[in-house]
């Protein structure tokens, strides 16, 4: 499990840059493509299958936490 986004909030244009290393910082984390099979079969579909769940799972609570760290630094109503 990757660590929680911080956010300052916003008073100071060094506030923004620290956000914004933040932010790049943890979707940088995000992975964007799963390994490629070797072979096509069933184990081998299944396993990717598992394993493109188990990625879109962690993308969705990643995205989460980032929209609550936006919300509590005051960029999000």
């Known amino acids: 499990m990757s660590d929680p986004v ?23 984390e995000i992975p964007t493509a ?7 079969d069933n184990l081998t579909l299944a396993a990717a299958a598992s394993y ?3 990625q879109l799972q962690q993308l969705a609570n990643r995205l989460d936490e980032l929209l609550n760290a936006l ?5 999000l109503a």
Do not use: K, M, W
């Not at 799963?34 to 096509?40: D, F, H, I, Y």
């Open 6 to 28: 911080v956010l300052r909030p916003v008073r100071t244009l060094e506030d923004v840059e620290f956000n914004d290393r933040s932010l790049a910082a943890a979707l940088a």
């Open 34 to 40: 799963p390994p490629q099979a070797a072979a096509v």
């Open 52 to 54: 493109q769940q188990a």
């Open 71 to 75: 919300r509590a630094a005051g960029y």
